[in-house]
């Protein structure tokens, strides 16, 4: 028995030492024109964790595992994505008391002496002729993470790039603690955290690439953990107007709730959020055209961008056969209707009346939305992982894991992307998806 926790806890340091080099590797040394390479590597990173979380008994080993992982990136710069160059600057503008929704970085490149530094200049540089050309389309708290790190990190990127990742790193450590909390509210495995914080994904995508997705799921967690709790519920239009102020998503889930709150407390938490919400966003009411200039870059995400395409891309083909052209247009424009009418069936249609199928409702909901949208970076996934933890699938578990083959689109100077390696993405996660509806038990037995 001796020698055997010693073969285990040898084992277990192996496999944290090589997970150690890979994060070293993608966060410090290579790019996402190096597809190959990085999408193995992003694979093998999701083996050895899979083995890592089986040879964990403690929670306290998870945690620091998982802390260890995150601060191996600490000063990386982010190759993988070019976001954080318009985080920054978004930043920068809040902290000259300048709104990031009035103005594209074009325009105020080009009219002011003030972006004339190296340190603007480096940033406008740095976040791409797309982003440039764009208005913000970061909700208020997210500017307000932002703004923290320009204050912090002043006109320095390094600084400021250190300073939002130890926001995120501070939002994962909130989301493991009340993630247990939630686990155990729900009479679930403590252990299950373990998939949300060791999962490369998250701290690839959250920790290295810098995106806020994280933020938004903590405040949704503690949010949710508050709802489920009685006569607390009142307390949770708080965090969940916060979760909405960094990302949009969560105003697609919330309506599963009407069942479970009951109409009377439902009205209420809903007035509540949308009250709490609004003023979260008064900063987008500054100014005459701050909300407008909001949404139309919102709208991009359904009429115009294209990236790692479900059900849109077979529709899509269809389009070019019956009409000739990319339909994305004409789909953008009845996409809302889609997302409303499947929030209505998932509302009052689906039985949502307890906790656990409240969240089944939410991350089939978010799924189904995810499998029409046009565009599904990896780090969308996120959300699904996270809701995933506490729900009778794992197949959000996988998709964390295929919707990295997306990265090879960036392996070739036209970026095509490639359709084999999408079809076997989708078809792997429908197909697990389907098995674990019609089984009524997670493919991945260990997340029981």
Known sequence: MLRKKVHMKILQGLFVLISLFGYYYIGYEIVREQSSVLVLLYLSLFVFTYLLIRSCDSLKKILGIGILFRLILLIATPLLSQDFYRFIWDGMLVANHLNPYEATPDFLNQSSAFFLSQFSQDLYNGMGTLSAEHYSNYPPLNQLGFYIASILGGDSILANIVSIRLLLILADLGIFWIGIKLLNLLGLPEKRIAFYFLNPLIIVELIGNLHWEGAM?????????????????????????ASIALKLIPLMILPLLWQFLKPKKSILFGLLTLMCSLMFFIPLFIGQEGIEHYLKTISLWFNRFEFNGSLYYIIRKLGYEVKGYNIIRMFGKVTPYIIIALVACFTFIRNNKTPKSVINGMLLMLSCYFFISTTVHPWYIVCLVTIGLFSNYSYPLFWSALVTLSYVAYGNYNFNENFYLISLQYGLVYGILVYEMIQKKVLLHHFK
Not at 217 to 239: A, D, Q, R, T
């Open 217 to 241: 799921m903590f405040f949704f967690l503690l949010g949710l953990y508050y709802i489920f709790i009685e006569n607390k519920w009142k307390w949770s239009f708080i965090p969940m107007a």
